[in-house]
Each structure stands twice: as C-alpha cells, then as structure tokens.
C-alpha cells in the first residue's frame, strides 16, 4: 500500500540534543498526525495538524503542516531517554465525512536517545 | 476509560488455520478501525466501522479476512486458512465521531 517518505529512518542523539524528522508525500494531505510508538504498543497521537501552514507545539514537540499539503516535519527539543521510540507521520487526505480515520502512514523515524 | 483492549495480544498459529481477533473500543466511541503492522514499517488501514456497519475496506483485506462490529460496539476480525504473509501486528482504533483514533496495543500473529 502507499505510504509515506518519512526520514530519517533512525537517529541516534546525545540527551539534551533537538531531533528533527520529516515526511513528504506525492499526494495532498489535508490532517497531518504524528504519532510515537513504544515497544508493545499501538501508537500514541502527539500532534494534530488541520491547516496548510500551521505549526503546533506540545511541550517539547513542535510540528508544521507544510504549506503545499505535502509535506511536515516534527522538532523535539533538548530530547531525553525517554524519548526514545519509532516517531510515525501519519496524513489523512479525507478533511471529514466518512473516510476519517482513514491514516496513510511513514515507514517510522526509530529515535535512540544516549544518557 | 480503560483504552482500546485487544484480545489476544499475541497468537501463534499454523499456516492454513483459522484465527480470529478481538477488540474492544473506548465505550461511546462509535468508530472502530482495523489497521496492519508488518516489521519496520507503519501501520496501514484495513477497514473500518461506523456503528455497526462496514464503511470501507482497503484492498490489502482479501477475501480471507473478515470484519464483524455486530452491536456496534467490540469488533473482531477473522483470518481464514493463514498463510505466513498474514504475520504481522493488527492494531485496532477508535474514535468518537471525527476526532482522534485511539490505538489499541495490538495483537501479534506469527504463522508458522
């Protein structure tokens, strides 16, 4: 199935360092997601992204919708170990109706953070 | 709020077995998503459920799978005669009308 060009595929930073992955798509996007992803777990949602352009944070985490629908990248500043895990880029290409929820994914960025 | 629970977590079959999965959803949710997870890569969309009803189904669902939501509320998702491409990770999601999918931890099955 299609997915999307998501990189780096893994980084290794010293704690205290920023981290900044990226995804791209051949096709418009009109939701971008980030989510992260534990060993043994489903993923969990960082960010939403609605709009062309906008940039959202949470805590440490800052992410931008691109502003052509085809791309956003994801910031983590001053990271820590626990930080660690595979960071997925999610676009949903539906704004609503009923294929919401319907989530093209990266082939994850796998995050290891060294004390 | 107790999550999105999936049954089992992990399941070890035969290839040419039936199997067949269970996910429970966050209680209200109405939208319940079946999504597939091989190694290193991301998850991708198998199918999913307004309600009861079966709204979509992604071209990766073959005529071996098939997906039930039969009082709209826990769903499961059957694998007929397994083959060992069908290993993977199958997450299930859900969410109260358009807002955020609420992942399960999935449940693994390895064919042998």
């Known amino acids: 199935g299609q997915q999307l060009n998501q990189s780096p595929q893994s980084m290794f930073i010293q704690e205290g360092e920023d981290v900044s992955m990226n995804c791209t798509s051949s096709?418009?996007?009109?939701?971008w997601l980030w989510y992260k992803q534990e060993p043994g777990e489903g993923p969990v949602l960082l960010i939403a992204?609605?709009?062309?352009?906008e940039l959202t944070s949470n805590g440490r985490l800052t992410a931008q919708f691109g502003i052509t629908r085809k791309d956003s990248f994801l910031n983590i500043s001053a990271s820590i170990p626990s930080d660690v895990g595979i960071y997925f880029c999610?676009?949903?290409?539906?704004?609503?109706?009923?294929?919401?929820?319907?989530?093209?994914f990266g082939q994850g960025t796998i995050l290891t953070v060294h004390p | 709020d107790t999550g999105v629970s999936q049954d089992p977590r992990h399941k070890i079959t035969k290839r040419g077995q039936n199997v067949t999965f269970r996910c429970d959803p966050i209680?209200?949710?109405?939208?319940l998503y079946w999504y597939r997870q091989t190694l290193g890569q991301g998850p991708e969309f198998l199918t999913y459920?307004?309600?009861?009803?079966?709204?979509?189904k992604s071209r990766l669902l073959s005529d071996r799978f098939s997906a039930e939501r039969p009082k709209g509320s826990f769903s499961t998702l059957e694998i007929q005669r397994t083959e060992q491409g069908d290993s993977a990770m199958y997450l299930c999601?859900?969410?109260?009308?358009?807002?955020?999918?609420?992942f399960g931890n999935g449940t693994r099955l390895t064919v042998t």
């Open positions: 999601a859900s969410s109260l009308e358009r807002r955020s999918l609420h």
């Open positions: 096709s418009i996007f009109n939701t």
């Open positions: 992204l609605y709009k062309a352009g």
């Open positions: 999610a676009g949903q290409a539906s704004a609503g109706g009923t294929s919401y929820g319907k989530l093209t």
């Open positions: 209680s209200e949710h109405n939208r």
């Open positions: 459920f307004q309600n009861e009803a079966q709204l979509e």
